[in-house]
């Protein structure tokens, strides 16, 4: 369909705020990022590149939050302008429903919920894991200014552990300082000291470490009634190959987690999760059937092989034909070099003997029991039959509440990634009949409005995300229930927008507080 004139109009009033307060709210947060990792980077010799690096890192993840409500911002200030400016009235007298209006809104939100979803699926996973790695690199780069106070610090590669009451960042001086050795097995260390410092030897290879005004605790296992202490006036330790440089993992290496995966990496671990379970499942039920089996001395079962796992849905099914049609992977070898990995063994897989009791408890037990005695009389004949291990049951039952907790956490974060992308869609359907029940709102509604409505997304989105990842509601209901909430207020709003006859009623931003106050009180006065 054609774009009419109308419409062109109603998207060219929201480009440019929309534009600006994209800007303008990504800066505030950037600068939120700057002034919290600054410090952390400053005064370890790090490239400025790779500073802009970090910074540039975590613009993805910024987009994503400031997208939705940028949109939200610019639709609410270009209808307040356009109702302000009876614009709005000439529109509804000229015969332009508020569908009308509507129907270019919902475009422009489609088309940047698709935005959105490429980049929290696509780009944000990369940028986040690369971020991960590179901010651990830079963390083993110089640990002296990671020390925190009155915390016990290691201090790779070496056994030692270092805790301080005051640390200096800047300078590496320490007060109330003790060191635990704990490099040799067969001799344990404490070393206490009034102040020190600690920095780089010449070369930047090796760490040093000058004490002052202090004693040595050491004791040895080889001879326990031995406890030695030395009293030292300055004490150096030096401590080798620690290094200096910068060395740049790959993100595989740090590892990744739920937050670095896109969509479909996180439905392969769903589907892996489910399969886990059933797996559990199906070893809970074989356990029972061979008991069962065993007391009538039936032949055991067959035993089955592990549950098939659920094939890859459509959409991914087609993202990964077009990523292997542009980009075809390399060649598979034609006989592995090495066999599958084989799985552990299960925590119940060797069998216990019961409980145990002391021999005197015992031969009282065995004395007392009436069946014992029978079958030493000759009375009685039975014969002992091997039921499973109690421990094989609950290592089934915990494999199947890992997998499923596993399963809830990533359908959680593959919701997440659908629902704040059908966010900017969710903000045209509240934030149209808004910005038209209240034209005059000015900016106290823009601001004020929009922030409401984003924070109750927000408060919604974290603690669907809580309630989730627990399973205390199911992953979609979750991270969809704000969405569904929002969206319903809004329809309702277009239905009572619609209804009127001009959109010069109401008006400014003090009518809309009083509204909400109204709304508010409305169960008290009831009550009354």
């Known amino acids: 369909m054609r774009l009419r004139l109308l419409d062109r109009y109603l998207i060219k009033q929201t480009i440019a705020p929309f534009l600006f307060a994209l800007a303008a709210l990504t800066s505030i947060l950037l600068l939120n990022q700057v002034a919290r990792r600054l410090p952390k980077l400053v005064g370890k010799g790090i490239p400025w590149q790779v500073i802009v690096e970090v910074f540039a890192l975590t613009l993805p993840f910024l987009v994503v939050m400031t997208l939705p409500m940028a949109f939200l911002l610019a ?84 056994n030692l552990f270092l805790r301080a009451s005051r640390v200096d960042g800047s300078s590496g001086r320490m007060k109330d300082v003790a060191i635990y050795d704990l490099g040799q097995v067969e001799s344990r260390r404490i070393i206490y000291a009034d102040s020190g410092v600690i920095g780089y030897a010449p070369g930047g290879a090796d760490v040093r470490l000058r004490l002052w005004h202090g004693t040595i605790h050491e004791t040895k296992a080889t001879s326990p009634e031995l406890f030695q202490v030395t009293d030292f006036a300055v004490n150096t330790i030096r401590i080798r190959e620690v290094g200096n440089a910068l060395e740049l993992r790959s993100d595989e290496e740090v590892g990744r987690g739920e937050r670095e995966l896109s969509t479909c990496e996180l439905l392969d671990e769903v589907r892996g999760a489910e399969q ?17 089996r065993r007391l009538l001395r039936l032949p055991p079962p067959a035993r089955g092989g592990e549950p098939p796992r659920r094939p890859t849905g459509l959409y991914c099914g087609l993202f990964r034909a077009l990523g292997r049609a542009l980009h075809p992977g390399t060649a598979e070898a034609q006989q592995p070099a090495q066999g599958l990995p084989r799985r552990p063994p299960a925590a119940g897989a060797l069998r216990g003997r019961g409980p145990w009791l002391p021999p005197k408890e015992r031969r009282r037990v065995q004395a007392a029991d009436t069946l014992t005695l029978a079958q030493r009389a000759g009375i009685v004949s039975t014969t002992s039959i091997r039921l499973s291990n109690w421990g094989d049951a609950q290592a089934a039952e915990a494999r199947v509440r890992a997998a499923q907790s596993l399963e809830a956490r990533y359908l959680v974060e593959a919701h997440k990634k659908w629902a704040i992308s059908a966010a900017c869609i969710v903000f045209v ?91 508010v009180r409305r169960p008290f006065r009831r009550r009354r």
Request: charged share 15%; hydrophobic share 50%; with cysteine.
């Open 276 to 292: 886990d379970a059933a797996g559990g499942a199906q070893a809970i039920a074989r356990l029972a059937q061979e008991d069962l």
């Open 429 to 519: 359907l509240i934030g149209v009949p808004m910005a038209l029940r209240f034209p005059r709102g000015g900016m106290g509604l823009v601001i004020g409005g929009g922030l409401l409505i984003f924070a109750l997304a927000d408060v919604g989105l974290i603690a669907g995300e809580s309630l989730g990842k627990r399973q205390v509601i199911s992953p979609a209901l979750s991270m969809w229930g704000t969405n569904l909430i929002l969206a319903a207020l809004g329809l309702w709003g277009l239905a009572r927008v619609n209804r009127e006859s001009g959109s010069a009623r109401g008006g400014e931003f003090s009518e809309w507080v009083g509204t909400a106050l109204a709304f």
């Open 75 to 158: 639709i609410l200030y270009a209808f307040t302008q356009l109702g302000a400016d009876s614009e709005i009235t000439a529109m509804k007298a000229s015969g332009v429903s508020v569908r009308q209006m509507l129907a270019p809104m919902l475009l422009v939100g489609a088309v940047l919920a698709c935005v959105t979803f490429y980049v929290t699926d696509q780009i944000h996973p990369r940028t986040n894991a690369r971020l991960k790695a590179l901010i651990s690199d830079i963390g083993r780069k110089k640990p002296t200014l990671e020390l925190a106070e009155q915390t016990i610090n290691p201090i790779p590669p070496s």
